[in-house]
């Protein structure tokens, strides 16, 4: 109610601050709650959970790389204390969390890790291969990488399908049984969680540059360094327009026929925009 601090706790400690350390200090560090605990990202190599009921120190969990003794040294001519950065550094290494496990994707480690929610102990690890960031977890995890898309087990790692995308725009949401991904090229695929198929289409592209997506029950918005865009969702139009009505205005008409076309009726978009015309 004051804004005073209630408490603190500290999750590592370094041998120098991050702004002589020029491999941290521009990171973000996200924290994760769920179940009562908050795990916390330190970008210094270590996986930190905290317990909010009892306010210590759970469990932490190295999971970056070993560094690489051979490395050059900084421009502060100190070693480096961290591996070499993996992927894109644009994508921030989020903490997933879903059915008492914790997926990571640390921005300087080779391996995509699974860890016990309760315990910090290893349940999983993968080789990250392309992989950019983790889109979306739930039975399964969706991994980005720069060409393509992969579904793992969340149980136990395995592979379930992958399937080439092209190069993400940025992070994508997940929307019911699908994840929508963001491509160059103003591109949207909706990929079925279930199978990897792209139920996307290729009839429309966005004249907008697409980035980070997030939705509401209505629109998807798309954050890109041209601004914030937002588009409807199919279900949201079709429950506003009653295509059975004959008086339907032309903007209403037109819209339902970008609509078909948009869900691959291409068919039918056409015979829709043909009526239009046709008075």
Not at 74 to 97: C, D, E, K, N
Request: net charge negative; hydrophobic share 40%.
């Amino acid at each position: 109610r004051t804004g005073g601090v209630i408490w603190t706790q500290p999750l590592c400690t370094l041998d120098r601050s991050e702004q002589f350390d020029p491999e941290r200090h521009d990171i973000a560090c996200l924290p994760v709650r769920e179940d009562g605990i908050v795990v916390c990202p330190t970008n210094t190599g270590l996986l930190v959970a905290v317990d909010q009921v009892r306010l210590n120190l759970l469990w932490a969990a190295f999971v970056d790389d070993l560094p690489d003794p051979k490395r050059p040294q900084t421009r502060f001519g100190a070693r480096p204390v961290q591996a070499a950065v993996s992927g894109y550094p644009g994508y921030a290494s989020h903490v997933l969390i879903s059915r008492g496990r914790v997926v990571y994707l640390p921005g300087h480690s080779s391996q995509l890790h699974c860890l016990d929610l309760a315990t910090g102990k290893f349940v999983w690890s993968v080789p990250r291969g392309d992989a950019e960031f983790v889109g979306t977890v739930s039975d399964s995890v969706v991994v980005v990488g720069r060409q393509s898309c992969r579904s793992l087990s969340l149980e136990d790692g395995r592979e379930l399908w992958s399937m080439p995308t092209g190069v993400p725009a940025g992070r994508g949401v997940a929307i019911g049984n699908h994840y929508l991904l963001p491509l160059d090229g103003g591109r949207l695929a909706a990929i079925d969680l279930s199978t990897g198929v792209d139920q996307g289409t290729n009839a429309f592209r966005s004249r907008t540059a697409l980035g980070h997506l997030v939705a509401d029950e209505q629109r998807v918005y798309s954050l890109s360094q041209r601004g914030l865009a937002a588009f409807p969702e199919v279900d949201f139009i079709l429950a506003d327009i009653d295509p059975s009505k004959a008086d339907l205005d032309p903007s209403r008409q037109i819209m339902l026929a970008e609509v078909a076309a948009v869900q691959g009726n291409l068919d039918g978009g056409a015979s829709g925009l043909k009526k239009i015309l046709s008075g």
